[in-house]
């Protein structure tokens, strides 16, 4: 359930109105402020029945009527603000109120709504000052924990992979497509996953590519996404059709030997799509399918019997289930039998059993094993009532049992991964902010936001309803997705017949929109994957809406870049950075109640007018152009935290009699800006930045900047930009010295900078430094001597591109470094031998000539893999296509 949250976020924003934006409510303040006490107590009294009456099942139907009044309050005083801002939009809300009113009256809806919740209060006996009292003696707090990830268990079916191993070994004589088939949640991607990192697999397969096709596929992105691994992705390949692409893939397959392993097909029309790009003649070529249906992998090779997954046998399953709850292969005696029997009712599939495994882990506890065995005895009743109601669609039940356990505040984010398309890889940091901006993430003590919410997203990984997919080089989770039976529930429960959270918007084969056009008004979030520019052309109207979001990557005509605004006045997230607008849409300004954008064009202005929007917190921004002035007034956008672009940003000039004004301390995020934007007054104002990207000259920067300001700036990235200048125009002679860096620095990015490698001695006495990313030729020369340095606290290092050829150095010179990675860079002859002592992982990407060397550290890794010290990390060579 979201009513924590919602009434959390009205409330907030009902106090920040009284705050900083009386004068849009004047006529209404009295009534406003009642207002607020009442949703101060109705709020005391949804976190009272939450924790009283979680098993009531009475309290579904008592939230809904909650939230119903949530909504109402919410919409009166929205609509009421945005009328007030923009007079022009008085005819909107006319149509809102079926044309009847022509202005709204906010304190008579005020007052209507404070009516039902004071009707509410009486029909419920709710005792106002005993609310109040509890509320403002609870003093317990939630603080933060370190929060248990769960770690990937891929067990038995040691037999399955052997066979299907073997099946891609056989020599044919033409292409081999290969097919795994089976019940969804039976681990078809999985074990495809173990098959794909098998060290046999990797020797005799250099080229190994991974696509998710899904059920919404696009041919198009489904063959660029293969041809990403063998070439650059011009501009003048994504204009050219999908056949003429196609084309050019299958050139790079006809020869070699490769494996790319299509996930989740779902229908054999599908593969007829898409084989044209894989040459039948290249008898060394293996594709390797997944798909819940058999007539897909019929289809895809006729001479060929598809392989049909097993079940797990029942010592797999209880192999599982051990390693999903306390890590490794054991049981406590007195939980033994709870566990056997919760394990039979999950019928040996693997994802019913990690997901149950999922709400175990959060109610185990070794020392208190007494405690433990009352709560496993629940879950075992509960299991077993579940099924046995409907042991036809066992999944579902075993996902519902699992969404019923989790705390209330995770709920909403958990559901909202439903908006997101399936097999998608959602980037962890825009679902962060999402949330953020929805508001699903309330404040706790000092805890930030981010943090809180990164909490809450380990949290649903821990329970197994979410899967960590990529991490960053420093070993964060960097993106995630979710399976997509769990994604169908998410869907499925958000709907407007249970939780209202969002509806996804589709198109019938028939081209009818489903739910129709006219339903839009009913729903408070949109996520619309394909066709939208018919959707935004059949004039909708969602009066209720806050968030509309697409990933379809298409151009906005002119005549419709208006569409939006005029549809969706109470936006509060609009994320449609996939969408490519042709101009900026002026009444865009007037949503004043976004607190998320994400949008790309071809802009060269960020027009003043942005400033209006006041609730701003995050603004994306992709351009085609390198500059982006910024005419909007971001020091007096009070509560915008994050701002991003990818092109120079400037800023607007500080008037002289504001520069002694306040520091913006909301403000995290900020990049790229402009070289000439970085002075002591934009740093002061910055004051607690966390991240800061500059794009320009960087030689400009002086040492009286003011970087060394910013004291909590942990990710700094220079992208030394010149326009029109000769390879020694563009060259920085010399790094800023120590003292001009950020004290607390952790992840630094150099691009494009050219400078020399002896200037790597200020880099290696930044003391905090874990993270250091040289991309673009950001150092040059032929030689490397890094003899004479020391980086004690780096972990992660990244070369991209250098004419770097002989590099000498050793564990000394880098004693914490567990990742390399190197892309680019051909001429470079080897890997200094002696960094194998700290490495954990190694990737190299086009670079040939040092391959034999990253061979020779993985021979020497696997050396130190005895008996003392088997427990250690597994070391981890990644070699790309084409290297070998």
Same mark, same amino acid.
């Given at each position: ?112 709504? $404070? ?34 990830? &769960? ?168 192999? *599982? ?62 299991? +077993? ?25 995770? $709920?909403?984010?958990? =559901?909202?991964?439903?908006? %997101?398309?399936?097999? %998608? ?37 821990? &329970?197994? *309803? ?24 998410? +869907? ?8 209202? *959270? %969002? ?9 009818? %929109? ?14 619309? #994957?394909? #066709? ?13 809406? &806050? ?18 605004? !005029? ?64 005419? !909007? ?13 990818? !092109? ?21 995020? =900020? ?23 500059? &794009? ?16 909590? =700036? ?124 700290? *490495? ?13 060397? !990253? ?22 060579? #990644? ?6």
């Amino acid at each position: 359930m979201a009513e924590e949250a919602a009434i959390s976020f009205l409330l907030d924003n009902v106090k920040q109105l009284l705050a900083d934006q009386l004068h849009l409510i004047k006529s209404a303040q009295n009534e406003v402020i009642l207002l607020q006490k009442d949703l101060e107590v109705l709020q005391a009294f949804i976190e009272d029945a939450t924790a009283k009456k979680n098993k009531d099942q009475s309290l579904k139907v008592l939230m809904r009527q909650v939230r119903e009044v949530i909504f109402e309050a919410e919409d009166a005083i929205d609509a009421f603000v945005i009328q007030a801002a923009e007079k022009k939009t008085q005819s909107f809300f006319a149509r809102m109120r079926n044309g009847t009113i022509k202005t709204l009256n906010v304190a008579n809806e005020v007052q209507n709504v $404070r009516t039902k919740i004071n009707r509410f209060f009486t029909e419920h006996r709710v005792d106002r000052a005993a609310m109040n009292t509890e509320r403002s003696a609870d003093t317990n707090r939630e603080e933060r924990k370190e929060p248990l990830v &769960r770690k990937d268990n891929i067990v038995g079916l040691e037999d399955e992979t052997d066979t299907l191993i073997g099946y891609l070994l056989e020599e044919k004589k033409e292409l081999d497509p290969i097919s795994i088939i089976g019940l969804p949640g039976l681990g078809k991607t999985t074990i495809a996953g173990k098959i794909f990192t098998d060290p046999k697999v990797q020797y005799e397969f250099p080229t190994r590519i991974w696509v998710f096709v899904s059920q919404d596929y696009k041919r198009r992105d489904v063959f660029v996404s293969i041809l990403k691994n063998f070439t650059t992705i011009t501009d003048h390949m994504l204009r050219k059709t999908d056949m003429e692409i196609a084309q050019t893939l299958s050139d790079y397959l006809t020869e070699g030997r490769f494996l790319i392993v299509l996930d989740d097909v779902w229908t054999a029309e599908a593969w007829l799509d898409l084989h044209v790009a894989f040459p039948k003649s290249n008898k060394l070529g293996k594709i390797l399918i997944t798909s819940r249906h058999e007539e897909v992998a019929k289809k895809a090779n006729p001479h060929r019997e598809p392989h049909n997954l097993r079940l797990l046998t029942h010592q797999e399953s209880w192999l *599982l289930f051990r390693l999903e709850v306390f890590g490794e292969p054991i049981c406590p005696s007195k939980l033994e039998e709870n566990g056997r029997l919760i394990v039979d009712q999950c019928d040996r599939l693997p994802l019913a059993i990690v997901v149950i495994a999922g709400i175990l882990v959060k109610k185990t506890s070794v020392l208190d094993i007494n405690a433990t065995e009352k709560q496993w005895n629940k879950v075992r009743d509960r299991v +077993k009532h579940y099924l046995k109601e409907d042991p036809e669609n066992r999944m579902e039940k075993i996902i519902s049992l699992s969404y019923n356990k989790l705390p209330y505040h995770l $709920r909403p984010c958990f =559901l909202y991964f439903g908006m %997101f398309p399936e097999d %998608f890889e959602i980037p962890v940091q825009k679902l962060i902010l999402m949330w953020i901006a929805e508001g699903f993430i309330q404040r706790k003590n000092e805890i930030t936001l981010e943090e809180t919410a990164q909490d809450y997203l380990e949290e649903l990984i821990s &329970r197994n *309803l979410v899967m960590g997919d990529k991490k960053s080089l420093d070993g964060r989770i960097k993106s995630c997705r979710i399976h997509d039976m769990l994604r169908e529930f998410c +869907k499925d429960e958000a709907g407007n017949d249970k939780e209202k *959270l %969002f509806q996804e918007i589709k198109m019938s084969n028939e081209g009818i %929109f489903i739910p129709s056009i006219s339903e839009v008004q009913n729903h408070r979030r949109l996520s619309i #994957h394909s #066709h939208f520019l018919p959707f935004v052309s059949s004039n909708p109207f969602g009066p209720r809406v &806050r968030t509309l979001f697409s990933k379809e990557e298409i151009t906005l005509p002119l005549k419709n870049i208006s569409s939006i605004p !005029a549809a969706f006045k109470l936006l509060r997230v609009l994320d449609i950075k996939s969408i490519k607008f042709t101009k900026l849409p002026s009444d865009l300004t007037d949503l004043v109640h976004l607190r998320y954008i994400a949008l790309s064009s071809d802009f060269k202005v960020l027009p003043k007018a942005i400033t209006k929007i006041w609730n701003l917190q995050t603004l994306i921004v992709d351009t085609t152009s390198r500059s982006l002035e910024i005419n !909007a007034d971001l020091w007096n956008m009070i509560n915008l935290r994050h701002f991003k672009t990818n !092109a120079s940003a400037i800023l607007p000039k500080t008037p002289e009699d504001t520069k002694q004004s306040g520091t913006r301390g909301e403000l995290q995020t =900020l990049g790229m800006i402009s070289t000439q934007n970085c002075t002591e007054d934009v740093f002061r104002r910055a004051c607690n930045l966390k991240k800061l990207g500059i &794009r320009g000259q960087i030689a400009a920067l002086s040492r009286s900047c003011g970087l060394e300001r910013l004291r909590n =700036l942990r990710k700094l990235k220079l992208f030394n930009d010149v326009r029109f200048g000769s390879t020694s125009e563009a060259s920085v002679p010399r790094l800023p010295p120590l003292d001009a860096f950020p004290p607390k620095l952790k992840n630094l990015t150099l691009s494009a900078t050219h400078l020399e490698w002896d200037q790597m001695f200020t880099l290696c006495m930044l003391n905090y430094l874990e993270v250091l990313k040289l991309k673009d030729k950001a150092f040059v020369g032929v030689f490397w001597n890094a003899s004479d340095i020391c980086f004690r606290k780096l972990e992660v290092l990244y070369i991209e591109r250098t004419d770097l050829v002989h590099w000498k150095a050793s564990n000394q010179n880098f004693p914490g470094l567990s990742s390399l990675v190197i892309r680019n860079c051909e001429k470079l002859q080897e890997i200094p031998l002696d960094l194998h002592k700290s *490495l954990h992982s190694l990737d190299l990407k086009r670079c040939k000539f040092a391959v034999e060397s !990253a061979r020779e550290i993985e021979k020497a890794k696997k050396k130190e893999q005895t008996q003392e010290n088997a427990e250690m990390s597994v070391f981890k060579l #990644h070699i790309a296509p084409g290297d070998e």
